[in-house]
């Protein structure tokens, strides 16, 4: 074995008495904050954190490379043709197979 699994680590660390990792991004979570029961509105944070996430979104929604017009053209036409190829098989080991099944296997 390589090394010490999570489990190890974290078992040593009770052992020695030490407190538990901090999640990922270094700082503990908060105790969640959700909605007043009373008023039925949404904690500040809340809010905070769902305009933080849209504006990331956005933010990375912006560096994506979007394909041109000739592109996307191309992608359709090259899937069109896949999907023709592909129906025109079925249908052929369709029309050979049919009397095998017909005559065959159901016996009719």
Do not use: H, N
Not at 13 to 34: F, K, L, T
Not at 78 to 105: N, S
Request: net charge positive; aromatic share 6%; hydrophobic share 40%.
């Amino acid at each position: 074995m390589s090394g010490e699994t999570r489990r190890q680590r974290r078992d040593a660390r009770r052992a020695a008495g030490e407190q538990p990792a901090a999640p990922r991004g270094g700082v503990p979570a908060p105790a969640r904050a959700g909605a007043d029961a009373s008023s039925g509105s949404v904690a500040p944070l809340e809010r905070a954190r769902r305009g933080g996430f849209l504006r990331e979104s956005w933010a990375e929604l912006r560096k994506v490379d979007w394909p041109t017009r000739p592109q996307v053209i191309q992608g359709t036409v090259v899937v069109l043709v896949a999907c023709a190829i592909v129906g025109a098989y079925l249908w052929g080991a369709d029309q050979v197979l049919r009397p095998f099944v017909r005559d065959v296997l159901l016996g009719q």
